[in-house]
């Protein structure tokens, strides 16, 4: 097993004088809120007493079915764009696991065009950086049937793999907060999306129930 090089002075000091990327999770769990906040109130808006006054109106089964309708469509928008949303202010599972899955691919596309940046010196890319936990696991598991003599090269190895594990954390921890960041503003698009798409719900549920109701 060959040992990552040395941590320079400037290794965990580029980390420590950057801001975190988790500064970013509370700003975009607070447009998050407004978005809640927003549809609560539409919601609110739909089940006033206006609309169920025009409602009472109504004396005939035609128009109430299409009113009824309509106002279910627009709550339906409505509930659409609070559960979508209310998706963001669920923080996500970030484990070393999670930074070779499917969902940070375009974030490790990130990582690989500026290694430097994202591991310095310790290592080239997300693999590499995890190398020496695996490595650790791995002694870990050979300990228990090794004989006398394969223990102590294999505990020497593991001193081995945790020295380096402690020269890689501090990068490691950088990039669970990076992907962390990276989860929670990916959960916010989505939900702007289904947002946008709820609203047009919304707006053609309230095109029905006033079409109905306007007698």
């Not at 950057?18 to 500064?23: A, K, M, R, T, V």
């Not at 996500?92 to 899955?101: A, E, F, Y």
């Not at 223990?151 to 990068?171: K, W």
Request: no cysteine.
């Amino acid at each position: 097993m060959s040992p990552v090089p040395p941590a320079g002075p400037s290794d965990t000091g580029v980390l420590e004088a950057l801001p975190s990327p988790l500064d970013s999770v509370a700003d975009s769990r607070e447009a998050a809120r407004w978005t809640l906040a927003s549809s609560g109130a539409v919601g609110a808006l739909l089940l006033g007493g206006g609309p169920l006054l025009a409602v009472g109106k109504i004396d005939d089964w035609v128009h109430a079915a299409w009113a009824g309708g309509g106002l279910v469509v627009a709550l339906l928008g409505v509930a659409w764009a609070v559960w979508q949303t209310s998706e963001v202010l669920v923080p996500p599972l970030t484990t070393p696991d999670v930074l070779t899955s499917p969902a940070l691919r375009e974030l490790r596309e990130q990582f690989d065009a500026a290694p430097g940046y994202y591991f310095g010196a310790l290592a080239t890319d997300v693999e590499d950086l995890l190398r020496h936990r695996h490595l650790a696991m791995e002694i870990r598991r050979r300990l228990a049937n090794a004989g006398p003599a394969e223990r102590v090269a294999l505990e020497r190895g593991l001193a081995t793999a945790r020295r380096n594990i402690a020269r890689t954390d501090p990068y490691l921890r950088w990039l669970l907060a990076t992907a962390h960041a990276w989860l929670v503003r990916e959960k916010l698009r989505t939900a702007r999306r289904h947002t946008l798409a709820s609203a047009l719900l919304v707006i053609t549920g309230a095109v029905v129930f006033l079409g109905a109701t306007a007698r």
